[in-house]
């Protein structure tokens, strides 16, 4: 058999053409959607980050406030009362101590050198609430408070976006005791 060239056509067909095109185009939406995903997840991640390390330093600084209670010789828990308070290394409340009530919270601010505080620079989405509770060693006498539980939460809104709907409101808690290590005991 003698195939007649005529007969054949070259080039694509209008439904080759659609086809094409509509398998084109659900590639491309994937991958839209996939690097959307995407940039919501890293920022979500970098809250979450940047949360965890302003709740670390939130406990820093009860801690130096301890230490220097030390060094200066005076009751490791001066300036440290029971409550919730908030505190940035620039240190803003009274003479009786470095912190500041909690009340409804405070946002924190990011002042030109990236340094997180209460005082000067752009508002951000963190507050940070730093909870004291001073607990007795147990087996002593109940009005002996040589542990002091230190509870650091940081909140922030979460936006809406193609995940979840609303305003979603994030927390990371980080707890942590700390000790007079001065502890004398009577013999």
């Known amino acids: 058999m003698i195939l007649d060239n005529k007969n ?19 590639a491309v939406i994937g991958a839209y959607n996939a690097f959307t995903i995407m940039d919501i997840l890293t920022s979500n ?19 130096n406030i301890r ?10 828990t001066a300036g440290l009362s029971d409550g919730d308070w908030e ?9 009786m101590t470095p ?4 009340g409804s919270g405070s946002y924190l601010l990011v002042d030109e050198n990236g340094f997180y505080n209460y005082l000067s620079g752009d508002e ?3 507050k940070r609430k730093i909870a004291l509770t001073s607990l007795p060693i147990p087996g002593t006498e109940e009005d002996v408070f ?3 539980k230190v509870s650091v939460t940081v909140s922030w809104d979460e936006k809406a976006n193609i995940l979840h ?5 994030q927390l990371i808690t980080v707890e942590e005791y700390l000790y007079n290590w001065l502890y004398e005991t009577e013999e």
């Open 8 to 26: 054949y056509k070259n080039g694509f067909t209008i439904i080759e053409l659609v086809i094409t095109i509509f398998v084109l185009s659900i």
């Open 87 to 95: 505190a940035d290394y620039k240190t803003f409340g009274d003479e």
């Open 45 to 63: 991640s970098s809250d979450r980050f940047t949360a965890a390390y302003l709740a670390q330093e939130g406990i820093e600084i009860v801690r």
């Open 67 to 76: 230490d220097t209670n030390w060094i200066e010789e005076d009751d490791w």
């Open 99 to 102: 912190l500041e009530p909690y």
């Open 146 to 148: 040589d542990i002091l």
């Open 124 to 126: 951000t989405k963190f």
């Open 165 to 169: 709907r609303e305003k979603q409101e």
